[in-house]
């Protein structure tokens, strides 16, 4: 069974376009989980754009199940982590001219940065994983690193625009997930997956966990978020 990671960031976006009390990411949480989220993925950003850190600090009590904090490897966010305890702290590249992560963090180019975040990570007892490109050298450098898990970026295969294209992304993403089993790290998935393209990407081997959000927070903006979740663990399950 694949979990399902769900990222609520972008229910702290609405919130901060207006600095109001609401809507609450805690909250969005508590029906994500009610749904049958498997667990609630948050970026802590350096800019603070969205999630807060008051959100993180209220989100760890109430995620009995997986807590996973994306995050730059600066030092002053994995002060946060370790501090916070979440379950898995996963590493992101993040610029803040960006409207959202692009693309993997590059971990080949700074393995010695990587390496010091992921240490202190390691020694608070918190499972690291790296968000990467489905790149061979990423995912070597990535295991020589001692990461526990990768998460293959998705978002080339989700912005294609012609079947041709797409089959070609998903045959690099499947490459890729074979080759991160046969180094014994743990597989994960996620950005920009939606109801409609999650389900080739479902079907890859040995994936353990997605992490899915804007297109569950939009979805539950139309039909509340318990309802969003369980259409796109329904959604996933109905693998092709």
């Known amino acids: ?121 390691a020694r608070a007892g918190i499972e690291v994983s790296l968000f990467i490109d489905p790149d061979p050298r990423q995912i070597e450098t990535a295991k020589l690193l001692g990461a526990q898990a990768v998460e293959l970026q998705t978002a080339r295969y989700s912005e294609t625009r012609t079947a041709e294209a797409r089959r070609r992304e998903l045959d690099t993403l499947q490459e890729a997930a074979a080759f991160a089993c046969q180094l014994g790290l743990h597989l994960h998935m996620g950005h920009g997956l939606t109801y409609t393209n999650v389900q080739p990407i479902a079907g890859i081997p040995g994936l353990e966990e997605l992490n899915i959000g804007h297109s569950i927070v939009s979805r539950a903006v139309l039909v509340g978020m318990e309802r969003a979740v369980r259409e796109m663990k329904a959604a996933i399950a109905a693998t092709v």
Do not use: F, S, Y
Request: proline share 5%.
């Open 1 to 121: 069974m694949i979990r399902l990671g769900v990222n609520i960031d972008h229910v702290a976006t609405v919130r901060q376009a207006r600095r109001a009390p609401e809507p609450d990411p805690v909250l969005a949480a508590g029906l994500a989980l009610l749904g049958g989220a498997d667990g609630i993925t948050v970026h802590l950003r350096e800019d603070r754009r969205h999630i807060q850190e008051r959100d993180v600090r209220l989100l760890r009590p109430i995620v009995t199940q997986r807590l996973n904090l994306e995050m730059a490897a600066v030092d002053a966010i994995v002060d946060i982590a370790c501090d916070v305890k979440p379950d898995e702290a996963t590493l992101v590249p993040e610029r803040r001219e960006e409207l959202t992560t692009e693309g993997g963090l590059d971990v080949v180019m700074h393995q010695a940065t990587v390496r010091k975040a992921m240490d202190r990570l």
